[in-house]
T-cell receptor, first 111, second 111 residues
Framework: SQQGEEDPQALSIQEGENATMNCSYK?????LQWYRQNSGRGLVHLIL?????REKHSGRLRVTLDTSKKSSSLLITASRAADTASYFC???????????FGSGTRLSIRP | DTAVSQTPKYLVTQMGNDKSIKCEQN?????MYWYKQDSKKFLKIMFS???????INETVPNRFSPKSPDKAHLNLHINSLELGDSAVYFC??????????FGQGTRLTVV
């Protein structure tokens, strides 16, 4: 089964608005990562947050992590048309060498 | 230089055939992965290789076999292809469950 579940599955917003995506996971983790996938392309790493961190920023990206609720959120501020993509959260399985991905959120930015 | 490269990019083949997808990484990472992305865009881990040893073998059919001639390569062999094997297959590598780098994917179509 998928480790992470993302919410919403699809999100459509106006250019310039902020986009928030959520991720929930099931097991203990060492870190949580967010990736982006443009249509027909491979995944690209965006940001990694460790289990002892609560918030992290990278440019227009802001990630939060709540290990007590086993959840994370990705906020993209001042969205642009080029942000249109699918976004995946991923968690490491600390008991084995594997990175497990959530189901993804498809983000569409309307001009 | 491409960090993770996989070939071919597209593969169309008939049911029952045997095919291979190659993957190479030049990042010096110790862990490589194969993922399958289905039509609903779910990304499911298939295999994880760490220092040439299979760490995880998810519940995939034994028609799928990973082969790693060395630390920089993890090839995927598929025997007796079935219609349900049609998907996009991604190779990735990482260092100890941190940021994973993905190849561009191989779109496999079984007819």
């Amino acid at each position: 089964s998928q480790q992470g579940e993302e919410d919403p599955q699809a999100l459509s917003i106006q250019e310039g608005e902020n986009a928030t995506m959520n991720c929930s996971y099931k097991t203990s983790i060492n870190n949580l990562q967010w990736y982006r996938q443009n249509s027909g392309r491979g995944l690209v790493h965006l940001i990694l947050i460790r289990s002892n961190e609560r918030e992290k920023h990278s440019g227009r990206l802001r990630v939060t992590l709540d290990t007590s609720k086993k959840s994370s959120s990705l906020l993209i501020t001042a969205s642009r048309a080029a942000d249109t993509a699918s976004y995946f959260c991923a968690t490491d399985d600390s008991s084995a060498s594997k990175i497990i991905f959530g189901s993804g959120t498809r983000l569409s930015i309307r001009p | 230089d491409t960090a993770v490269s996989q070939t071919p990019k597209y593969l169309v083949t008939q049911m029952g055939n045997d095919k291979s997808i190659k993957c190479e990484q030049n990042l010096g990472h110790d862990t490589m992965y194969w993922y399958k992305q289905d039509s609903k865009k779910f990304l499911k881990i298939m295999f994880s290789y760490n220092n040439k040893e299979l760490i995880i073998n998810e519940t995939v059919p034994n028609r799928f076999s990973p082969k790693s001639p060395d630390k920089a390569h993890l090839n995927l062999h598929i025997n007796s292809l079935e219609l349900g094997d049609s998907a996009v297959y991604f190779c990735a590598s990482s260092q100890a469950n941190t940021e994973a780098f993905f190849g561009q994917g191989t779109r496999l179509t079984v007819v």
